[in-house]
């Protein structure tokens, strides 16, 4: 496979801004070693009700903002409604866009029905709802959407997406006669699925490979500054995607938090940097300013120059092996 230089992957990503060119980069931006102060919860309120900076998500159509809330964090877990239902309120509140989840999430789905229910009967149909599957035969997965559909009381899923996809016995598997491809078409003629996604962070090839296969939708990938390092997803599933014009969403921004809590890098700059490559961002949270901070971070900033993606990517090269342990 050809490899993609970033100013060829820069030059094509040129039509999907993060934000209007007029904003400011974020205050100790991605070349400065600086962290930038953490705003306060009075002033990240007031940010996340600004304009959003819209963009495409691939040939679906759909319109998101750079972040999107994750299925994980508070959601990953059981148990936990009170704290979980008013985080997703709260995302509700603030107008995003696109929200993700998975029947591997623990209680992830339940609570998004919750939500939901509590919000009232119009909350399902703002956002652009995704959930998975990791059942990877036609029967089995039918199962689990219906059981998916009831968890969130919804009768229908905007993107359902085949989870984690790792190894080529994924591939032979979903695309075998009475695999969960078949599921898929399926469900789309029932109205049941509206669009058809793959995700990974285990191993860039095979996600290409399944491009190949088949014609998805979009593809939910990791991408962070220490991607660069070894096996990377922004040189190879990316422009692959874009290729295809396929929506791609980005994940793993963070590094599981551990980006953060090193001091390598702020929330804002590491969402940034991945809504660089990526139409949206899912950051999976545990309260309700988490949710604020994330929208106000990605309202206010902007896609990254070659320059300053390079910086980033340096100022974490020297630990990048802590930042990409989900991979192969």
């Given amino acids: 496979m050809k490899r993609t230089t970033r100013r060829e992957l820069l030059t094509a990503m040129a039509g999907v801004p993060l934000a209007a060119a007029s904003c400011a980069p974020t205050e100790g931006g991605p070349s400065s070693a600086t962290p930038t102060p953490r705003a306060s919860e009075a002033s990240v309120g007031a940010e996340a009700t600004a304009a959003p900076a819209v963009r495409t998500l691939g040939r679906t159509g759909a319109t998101v903002e750079a972040f999107s809330l994750g299925g994980e964090g508070i959601l990953r877990t059981n148990g936990r409604e009170r704290e979980a239902v008013p985080m997703i309120l709260e995302a509700l509140r603030l107008g995003v866009r696109y929200c993700d989840t998975a029947p591997a999430y623990a209680s992830s789905q339940d609570y998004y029905g919750l939500a939901f229910r509590e919000a009232g009967p119009s909350a399902r149909d703002k956002v652009f709802l995704a959930t998975k599957t990791h059942v990877r035969d036609r029967e089995g997965a039918l199962r689990l959407l219906d059981d998916s559909l009831r968890r969130l009381g919804t009768d229908r899923v905007d993107l359902w997406q085949m989870h984690d996809l790792r190894t080529a016995d994924d591939l032979d598997a979903m695309f075998a006669k009475g695999g969960v491809i078949e599921a898929a078409e399926r469900a789309k003629k029932e109205g049941r699925i509206r669009f058809v996604g793959i995700t990974g962070h285990h191993d860039p090839a095979i996600l290409v490979e399944a491009m190949g296969r088949y014609d998805f939708d979009t593809v939910l990938c990791a991408i962070n500054p220490a991607d660069p390092r070894r096996m990377p997803f922004v040189t190879s599933v990316v422009p692959e995607a874009r290729k295809r014009k396929m929506g791609i969403i980005g994940m793993k921004a963070l590094a599981v938090g551990r980006l953060v809590a090193d001091g390598v890098a702020t929330p804002a700059e590491l969402l940034t940097y991945t809504a660089s490559f990526a139409d949206t961002v899912i950051i999976g ?29 340096a100022r974490v090269a020297p630990s990048a092996e802590r930042y990409d342990t989900f991979k192969a």
Avoid at 291 to 305: C, F, K, T, Y
């Fill in 285 to 313: 949270c545990k309260t309700p300013n988490e949710v604020a901070e994330n929208i106000a971070n990605a309202r206010a900033g902007r896609s990254l120059d070659d320059r300053e993606l390079r910086a980033l990517e």
